[in-house]
């Protein structure tokens, strides 16, 4: 229980200013420590300040020992109508000569053998199988009957076998699935002695996978497969007329009707189905109750309009639970490329329309581009890639398999007409040599081929140089951003210290303004890190670093100091060593040996002599920061990791032990005073009983 204290009651005395005042004078030590505390903290703060501008510095460095800060090319062709070409910073300083293109490089193409339709009103957004009489379908029909499911897994720890865990599986279907891993289609092998290849992938009677090639960690596998039939709920609506399955084109079928109310399901109910020609089948339950109709063609379910129905917002649900199967067809393609061999199988719906087949084709990694013709109704397959992949003019980059390709779709290989794909074929400095591309690189010169010309013409001259002005301003930027840092740097240890104004005690703000409390803390902030030794040793160290002279086989004597090359230190010594250049002579020497200027800065060695400027730099700002980190830490570090750190902690520890003692010595004022209150009011009692008494007589 807290002491209670008396205030004055008995002796008339303002305890708690007496007590107040007698505390200000034993809490001066405590607002030192509360000062130095503060002092410590901004000390830290500017420390982390410094080394944030230092690891900017040090991300410039880091751009400036890359060749790309030095090897900035530009090129330039004698006619960029027929030949033009980019470099990288890779491409030497050279000359191409292009004197002649006698073949650019073309994309094969196939057309197919005629229309695809005999009635131009055929839609290619809509059901292939709704359009059958449309179609020109000599040599296929939808025979095959299943489901084509689909199902992705992904590879949690590589390896070569996958588990699908597949059910339901069509039995010896095995061999028209379609198997993408990360969207690349590999081959299905069913033979289980054969020896896989890298593309090639086991299928086993359970639907388990086997890759000829181990599969990286978190691989996603997708499998298109068949099974003997799929399962479709459809909700029936409160309103509305019509419900469609997931797949038209249905050969067998099931339906049951479900009815759930308050979360209770009722006994399935076995409905029926009445043919009733073309296509349409009533669904009936066994007391000849009408609940619609079902279109096999389009998997379109119309509700009979006495149809029972949920009501609006009611816990009573019904739904149709129908498992059928539905006709399918599968094709495949097969490319050469410039990775590799690429296959794909293609699982097509019977309800599917063109187009969706067109664009499982061209999405896939087979690289071609499938195009249909409305007009004509004809149909064109054409490589994403030019150029000729495997060098026989008798044998197509792109080949087929399957009915609906060949005969449905006319990509019959006897009778469709093949534009080759082509090679460009140039001259470049007296070589004739070929590319699969129009666009290619030498020697980090990218160039591009316009148009073909002849060896009589006058031959195209590319030349590569150096972008002296990109390189200028490059080093220029540098040294701006060096002059920055130094002069932030040079300011911080110059500042002047204000001993005489200490951080402000609360006491002490309550009597000033906004405005004086701010000028007041800019003074005490001021001058924390005052010829600070290690900001000093980095300003003396990236001097040296920056006079010394270079010493490597790659760079000439001319060309081995800073000064060799227009860089100088300035004549105002205050100014702490900040640099000024010479522009033309920079230029100058940039224009004259770029190899030397890149390597003053970025060469490499085993002495410091050897290693170029911002090799150096970069390692003796790295030191400095790892100097201010062990003082200072970072945003993220504890206190026990940095010297600042345990030397606040160790404060903080002080400054929690003297609060303590200034809690029981108030306690003890107020108990001192708090006895003379009683002392003074017993006084009080005993005086008033003897005047009454005296009084009495």
């Given at each position: 229980m807290a002491n209670l204290r008396i205030s004055g009651l008995a002796s008339g005395m303002d305890i708690d200013s007496i007590v107040s005042d007698m505390m200000k004078i034993k809490r001066m030590p405590l607002d030192k420590l509360k000062q130095e505390k503060q002092v410590m903290e901004w000390q830290r703060d500017d420390y982390r300040e410094m080394n944030t501008l230092l690891l900017d510095f040090r991300s410039e460095l880091t751009q400036m020992k890359l060749t790309t800060r030095y090897r900035t090319r530009t090129t330039t062709t004698t006619d960029d109508s027929r030949v033009t070409a980019t470099a990288?910073?890779?491409?030497?300083?050279?000359?191409?000569?292009?004197?002649?293109?006698?073949?650019?490089?073309?994309?094969?193409?196939?057309?197919?053998?005629?229309?695809?339709?005999?009635?131009?009103s055929f839609d290619p957004?809509?059901?292939?199988?709704?359009?059958?009489?449309?179609?020109?379908?000599?040599?296929?029909?939808?025979?095959?009957?299943g489901a084509v499911m689909s199902k992705s897994i992904s590879v949690?720890?590589?390896?070569?076998?996958?588990?699908?865990?597949?059910?339901?599986?069509?039995?010896?279907?095995?061999?028209?699935?379609?198997?993408?891993?990360?969207?690349?289609?590999?081959?299905?092998?069913?033979?289980?002695?054969?020896?896989?290849?890298?593309?090639?992938?086991l299928i086993d009677q359970s639907g388990n996978l086997t890759f000829g090639k181990t599969l990286n960690k978190d691989s996603v596998v997708k499998v298109d497969y068949i099974a003997n039939e799929r399962t479709d709920t459809l909700n029936i609506p409160t309103t509305g007329d019509t419900l469609k399955l997931n797949k038209g084109a249905?050969?067998?079928?099931?339906?049951?009707?479900?009815?759930?109310?308050?979360?209770?399901?009722?006994?399935?109910?076995?409905?029926?189905l009445n043919d009733l020609g073309n296509n349409l089948f009533l669904i009936t339950d066994g007391s000849g109750k009408s609940y619609g109709t079902l279109n096999k063609a389009t998997g379109e379910i119309s509700l009979d309009e006495n149809l029972e129905r949920p009501e609006?917002?009611?816990?009573?649900?019904?739904?149709f639970e129908v498992t059928y199967d539905h006709k399918y067809t599968t094709f495949s393609i097969d490319t050469d490329t410039s990775k590799g061999d690429r296959h794909d199988t293609f699982l097509v719906s019977a309800s599917d329309s063109l187009n969706s087949v067109i664009n499982q084709v061209n999405s896939s990694s087979v690289g071609v581009n499938m195009f249909y013709d409305s007009v004509t109704g004809q149909m064109t397959m054409t490589r994403n890639e030019t150029g000729d992949f495997n060098n026989d003019p008798n044998k197509t980059d792109t080949t087929f398999s399957g009915l609906f390709i060949t005969s449905m779709l006319k990509f019959d290989p006897n009778a469709?007409?093949?534009?080759?794909?082509?090679?460009?074929?140039?001259?470049?400095n007296g070589l004739e040599t070929n590319r699969t591309s129009n666009t290619f690189d030498i020697n980090g010169v990218s160039f591009t081929l316009n148009k073909t010309f002849e060896a009589t013409e006058p031959p195209v001259t590319i030349a590569i140089n150096n972008d002296s002005n990109a390189v200028f301003e490059n080093i220029k930027g540098f040294i701006e951003k060096y002059?920055?840092?130094?002069?932030?740097?040079?300011?911080?240890?110059?500042?002047?210290?204000?001993r005489d104004y200490a951080p402000l005690t609360d006491e002490q703000r309550e009597s000033l303004s906004d405005k004086q409390q701010e000028q007041w803390e800019e003074k005490a902030k001021s001058g924390l890190l005052r010829r600070d030794s290690a900001l000093s040793s980095l300003l003396s160290s990236m001097r040296t670093d920056f006079y010394g002279s270079v010493e490597s086989e790659d760079i000439s004597p001319l060309?081995?100091?800073?000064?060799k090359i227009g860089i100088k230190t300035t004549a105002n010594y205050l100014e702490g060593g900040k640099l000024e250049i010479n522009e033309a002579q920079l230029k100058k020497a940039i224009e004259e040996d770029p190899l030397s200027v890149e390597k003053l800065f970025n060469a490499t060695g085993t002495t410091n002599g050897q290693r170029g400027i911002a090799q150096r730099l970069y390692d003796t700002v790295g030191r400095t920061m790892d100097i201010i980190t062990e003082k200072a830490g970072k945003s993220f570090s504890t206190s026990a990791q940095f010297t600042i750190g345990r030397q606040l902690k160790n404060l903080e520890n002080q400054i929690d032990r003297f609060e303590d003692r200034m809690i029981q010595l108030e306690d003890r004022y107020y108990r001192q005073f708090t006895a003379m209150e009683k002392a003074i009011q017993q006084a009080n009692q005993q005086s008033a009983y003897i005047m009454n008494n005296m009084f009495n007589f």
């Open positions: 990288s910073s890779a491409a030497a300083l050279s000359s191409f000569s292009i004197s002649s293109v006698t073949q650019l490089a073309s994309a094969e193409t196939l057309v197919n053998s005629g229309s695809i339709y005999n009635d131009s957004n809509k059901s292939m199988f709704d359009q059958q009489a449309k179609l020109d379908s000599t040599g296929f029909a939808w025979q095959t009957t949690k720890n590589g390896g070569n076998t996958v588990e699908t865990e597949l059910s339901n599986i069509k039995a010896n279907t095995q061999g028209t699935w379609s198997v993408k891993v990360n969207g690349v289609g590999y081959k299905v092998v069913t033979d289980a002695t054969k020896t896989l290849g890298e593309k090639e992938v249905i050969d067998s079928v099931g339906i049951k009707f479900i009815k759930t109310i308050d979360g209770v399901k009722e006994e399935p109910i076995n409905l029926n609006k917002d009611s816990k009573t649900t019904m739904s469709a007409a093949k534009v080759q794909g082509l090679n460009a074929i140039f001259t470049v002059n920055e840092l130094i002069g932030k740097i040079q300011k911080k240890i110059q500042e002047e210290r204000f060309f081995n100091q800073l000064a």
